[in-house]
C-alpha cells in the first residue's frame, strides 16, 4: 500500500520566483487523500522521480511553441501511408522528411499548451514535469532541425527521432503516474481526458515517425518498389481469423504461464472471417492481444474456482461497408460490477493504487509491445510480444486499447453479464484516418 509521509510536503523544492508566484495563484492546499492524510497531490513514492526543474522559460518564452500549438494537425490515413510508400525516390523521402519535421514538433506544441492549462500544483508533480520537460526538449530538438535537402540530412534526422522514441518510452508509465498522485487536485475525468490525448497523440507521432523510418530503410535497401504484403507498418492484406490465431496463441501461452498450464479456451468463428483488410499490425494486434487475453484470463479463474470445463470462445466477424466488426464472446463468468464502472480510467478507481504501485517498478511502458526493441533492431510485433511478463495487470489493457481503435477511427464496446460472460466489440473504420480527437481535445 502506498503510504504517505510528512516528506510529501518538503518536495516542492526551490522553485524559480516566477513559479513560486504562480504557486500562490494556484490551489495548493493540502488535500485528504483516500487514507485520511494530507497530500500535497504527491506521495511518497514519487521522491525517486527526478527533481522538478521546469524554470520561468517554460511559461515565458513560449513564443515558439504557441507559434506550433496555433497550427492545425494535419491527419493521415492509412490508404496515404500506403499510396505514399509503394514507389520510393529520394524525393519523395527528402518530402516525407520535411513533413515529419514541422509535423512532430507541431503535434507535442498542442500536447505541451494541454499541459500549460492543467493546474499548475498538478504540473509540478515530479512525474509531470518530468513528462513536460522531456516534451519540451524534444519540441526545441525538432523545431530547430533544419530544413531537409538531402539523403544526409535525412540520416540526422532519422537518428534525431530514433533517439526520441527511445526516450519518450518513459511517458506512459510516468504520466499514469503523475495523474493517479494528482487524483484529488482535478476532476478525474478531465484528468483521464488529458492522458486519453497524451497517449492518442503519442500514437500518432509514432506512427509518422516509423513509418518515415521504415520508408528510409527500404530506399537504403533499394527496395524502392513495394508489391510485398505490407507498405511499411500497413498491412493490406490481413486476415481476419489468422490474426485472431497468431493472438489467441500468445494470450493463450502467457495466461497458461500464470495458470500453471490451464488450457485456454476452444476459439469458434462465425461470419466473414476470412475477410482482409488493412491496418497497421501491431496496433490490431495490441487490441486483440489485450481482448483475448482477458477472455482467456477470466475462464481460466473460472476453471480454477469452480471446477466447471471451459467454454468456448466465440469469436464473429460482420463486414460492413465502412466497417468491420470483431464481436468476442465468452461465457467466463463476465466482469466484477466494481470494477466495471472505472473500467476505462487511467486515472480513478480503487485499483488506481495497485496500478501506480506496479508502475513504479516499470521504468518502460511498450505502448505498442516491444516498441523499445522494434525501434532498435526493427524486430516483427508478434515475436516481441513474448517479451510481455505474464503476470503484469495493470488494469490498463481495455483504456490502452480504446486509444488505439478510436485513434482509427473505431471504437471498443463492452457489454458484461455479470456471472455469465462478455461480449467485446471491436470495431476497425475502414477509412483508418486518423482521429480528428488528437487536436480536438477539451481538457
Ligand atoms: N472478458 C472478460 N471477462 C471477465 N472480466 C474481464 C473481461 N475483460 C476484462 N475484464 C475485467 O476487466 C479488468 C480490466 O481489464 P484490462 O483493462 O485489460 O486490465 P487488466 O487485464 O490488466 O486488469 C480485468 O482485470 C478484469 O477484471
Ligand atoms: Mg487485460
Same mark, same amino acid.
Given at each position: 500500500m502506498i503510504v504517505l509521509t510528512s516528506k510529501t510536503r518538503h518536495s516542492s523544492r526551490v522553485l524559480p520566483t516566477c513559479l513560486t508566484r504562480r504557486t500562490a495563484l494556484s490551489s495548493e492546499s493540502p488535500t485528504t487523500s483516500l487514507f485520511g492524510k494530507k497530500v500535497f497531490g504527491r506521495r511518497r513514492n514519487s521522491d525517486k522521480a527526478p527533481p522538478s526543474t521546469v524554470s520561468s522559460r517554460h511559461f515565458y518564452q513560449n513564443e515558439a511553441l504557441m507559434g506550433y500549438a496555433n497550427r492545425p494537425i494535419r491527419p493521415v490515413s492509412l490508404q496515404q501511408f500506403a499510396f505514399y510508400g509503394r514507389k520510393l525516390t529520394d524525393e519523395k523521402i527528402i518530402h516525407s522528411a520535411n513533413f515529419v519535421r514541422q509535423e512532430l514538433p507541431t503535434r507535442m506544441a498542442h500536447r505541451i499548451h494541454d499541459m500549460q492549462r492543467l493546474p499548475y500544483s498538478i504540473i509540478r508533480n515530479?512525474? $509531470?514535469?518530468?513528462?513536460?520537460?522531456?516534451?519540451?526538449? /524534444? *519540441?526545441?530538438? !525538432? @523545431?530547430?532541425?533544419?530544413? %531537409?535537402?538531402?539523403?544526409?540530412?535525412?540520416?540526422?534526422?532519422?537518428?534525431?527521432?530514433?533517439?526520441?522514441? !527511445? @526516450?519518450?518510452?518513459?511517458?506512459?508509465?510516468?504520466?499514469? $503516474?503523475?495523474?493517479?498522485?494528482?487524483?484529488?487536485?482535478?476532476?478525474?475525468? &478531465?484528468?483521464?481526458?488529458?492522458?486519453? /490525448?497524451?497517449?492518442?497523440? #503519442?500514437?500518432? #507521432?509514432?506512427?509518422?515517425?516509423? =513509418?518515415? !523510418?521504415? $520508408?528510409?530503410?527500404?530506399?537504403?535497401?533499394?527496395?524502392?518498389?513495394?508489391?510485398?504484403?505490407?507498405?511499411?507498418? +500497413?498491412?493490406? =492484406?490481413?486476415?481476419?481469423?489468422?490474426?485472431?490465431? =497468431?493472438?489467441?496463441?500468445?494470450?493463450? &501461452?502467457?495466461?497458461?504461464?500464470?495458470?500453471?498450464?490451464?488450457?485456454?479456451?476452444? %476459439?469458434?468463428?462465425?461470419?466473414?472471417?476470412?475477410?482482409?483488410?488493412?491496418?497497421?499490425?501491431?496496433?490490431?494486434?495490441? $487490441?486483440?492481444?489485450?481482448?483475448? &487475453?482477458?477472455? *482467456?484470463?477470466?475462464?481460466?479463474?473460472?476453471?480454477?474456482?469452480?471446477?466447471?470445463?471451459?467454454?468456448? !470462445?466465440?469469436?464473429?466477424?460482420?463486414?460492413?461497408?465502412? =466497417?468491420?466488426?470483431?464481436? *468476442?464472446?465468452? @461465457?467466463?463468468?463476465?466482469?466484477?460490477?466494481? +470494477?466495471?464502472q472505472d473500467l476505462w480510467s487511467f486515472a480513478k478507481g480503487p485499483r488506481s493504487l495497485l496500478r501506480h504501485e506496479k508502475l513504479e517498478q516499470l521504468p518502460f511502458f511498450d505502448a505498442v509491445a516491444g516498441e523499445r526493441e522494434s525501434i532498435n533492431k526493427r524486430m516483427s510485433s508478434l515475436s516481441s510480444l513474448t517479451s510481455r511478463p505474464s503476470d503484469l495487470f495493470l488494469g490498463m489493457g481495455l483504456p490502452m486499447s480504446k486509444v488505439y481503435a478510436e485513434f482509427w477511427g473505431g471504437k471498443i464496446v463492452v457489454k458484461s453479464m455479470e456471472g455469465f460472460g462478455c461480449d467485446v466489440f471491436l470495431h476497425i473504420s475502414k477509412l483508418g484516418i486518423e482521429s480528428a480527437f488528437v487536436e480536438n481535445t477539451s481538457i
Open positions: 515530479p512525474h $509531470m514535469s518530468h513528462v513536460y520537460e522531456l516534451y519540451y526538449h /524534444s *519540441f526545441n530538438s !525538432l @523545431r530547430k532541425f533544419p530544413k %531537409i535537402r538531402s539523403l544526409d540530412d535525412n540520416d540526422k534526422l532519422c537518428n534525431l527521432v530514433k533517439d526520441l522514441l !527511445l @526516450r519518450h518510452t518513459e511517458v506512459v508509465p510516468r504520466v499514469v $503516474m503523475g495523474v493517479i498522485e494528482s487524483a484529488e487536485l482535478m476532476d478525474s475525468n &478531465r484528468l483521464d481526458r488529458f492522458i486519453y /490525448s497524451l497517449l492518442s497523440s #503519442r500514437i500518432s #507521432r509514432r506512427v509518422l515517425t516509423e =513509418q518515415h !523510418l521504415t $520508408m528510409t530503410n527500404s530506399l537504403k535497401e533499394g527496395n524502392v518498389t513495394n508489391t510485398g504484403e505490407n507498405v511499411g507498418q +500497413v498491412f493490406l =492484406q490481413l486476415h481476419a481469423a489468422d490474426v485472431v490465431r =497468431q493472438c489467441a496463441d500468445l494470450a493463450g &501461452r502467457l495466461v497458461s504461464d500464470v495458470h500453471r498450464g490451464c488450457a485456454t479456451p476452444e %476459439i469458434i468463428f462465425e461470419g466473414d472471417s476470412d475477410t482482409k483488410f488493412a491496418f497497421i499490425e501491431s496496433h490490431f494486434k495490441y $487490441m486483440l492481444g489485450e481482448i483475448l &487475453r482477458n477472455a *482467456f484470463e477470466a475462464a481460466a479463474s473460472k476453471t480454477e474456482r469452480t471446477g466447471e470445463p471451459l467454454k468456448p !470462445l466465440l469469436v464473429t466477424v460482420c463486414n460492413t461497408p465502412h =466497417q468491420l466488426i470483431f464481436r *468476442f464472446s465468452d @461465457r467466463a463468468g463476465g466482469i466484477p460490477s466494481d +470494477v466495471v
